[in-house]
């Protein structure tokens, strides 16, 4: 079974501040880890994944499998930035196919205050 | 935004009458999944589709039917609609191809079962 778990519903934070959101993953499985953000009024996107190992708006992800993590972080948070975030896993093939179930976390809210 | 489009977009419905909600993709991708949405539950997986006539159960499958009778197409049936099913659906689509396993979404269906 593969499971994703974001322990914080709601997280607040001031303009300027530096923010975490947490995840952590189950899969027997090679995984393949993403970052997905929901702004109001608009669809769900992809904010970035592991493999790519890039920098999106600021964001970082650093996949820790002793730690089964893939915690999202940004030393600057925006006011641009308060969305829904959802973390998500699938197993990960041969070559950087990716394979079978999406599975999602809960999300976490993120609310900047200016 | 990627050729995905959900129909319909806002349902109200009676408990026990069936319903269908359809998921249409101009992408050719070969995986498509269905999501419903509730607050505290993050997205929660109800089937997904690997290929034509190939399905599989998410977690949240029980009184939920799919198919996909064409790479095009998939469909989400509610064969006897209860109340615990009001929720916003999402369906996405992904590529299978090496590096390219970003998620691509709906807009979302709200359904309201009275």
């Known amino acids: 079974a593969q499971r994703v778990t974001q322990p914080e519903k709601l997280l607040s934070v001031f303009k300027g501040a530096p923010v975490e959101l947490k995840c952590n993953y189950s899969?027997?499985?090679?995984?393949?880890l993403f970052w997905y953000v929901q702004y109001s009024r608009q669809r769900l996107q992809l904010l970035l994944r592991h493999i790519s190992r890039e920098s999106i708006k600021g964001f970082t992800a650093d996949l820790n499998k002793g730690e089964t993590s893939f915690h999202l972080k940004k030393p600057f948070a925006q006011e641009e930035d308060s969305a829904m975030y959802y973390c998500a896993l699938s197993g990960l093939g041969a070559g950087g196919t990716s394979y079978g179930k999406l599975t999602f976390g809960q999300g976490t809210i993120l609310t900047v205050h200016p | 935004d990627a050729g995905i489009t959900q129909s319909p977009r806002h349902k109200v419905t009676e408990t026990g009458t069936p319903v269908t909600l359809r998921c249409h993709q101009t992408?050719?991708?070969?995986?498509m999944y269905w999501y419903r949405q509730d607050p505290g539950h993050g997205l929660r997986l109800i089937h997904y589709?690997?290929?034509?006539?190939?399905?599989d159960k998410g977690e949240v499958s029980d009184g939920y039917s799919v198919s996909r009778s064409k790479t095009e197409d998939f469909l989400l049936t509610l064969e006897s609609a209860t109340s615990s099913q009001t929720s916003v659906y999402f369906c996405?689509?992904?590529?299978?191809?090496?590096?390219?396993?970003?998620?691509?979404f709906g807009q979302g269906t709200r359904l309201t079962v009275v």
């Open positions: 589709s690997y290929g034509v006539k190939d399905t």
């Open positions: 996405a689509t992904r590529g299978a191809g090496a590096w390219n396993t970003e998620a691509f």
């Open positions: 992408e050719n991708h070969r995986y």
């Open positions: 899969y027997s499985g090679s995984p393949e």
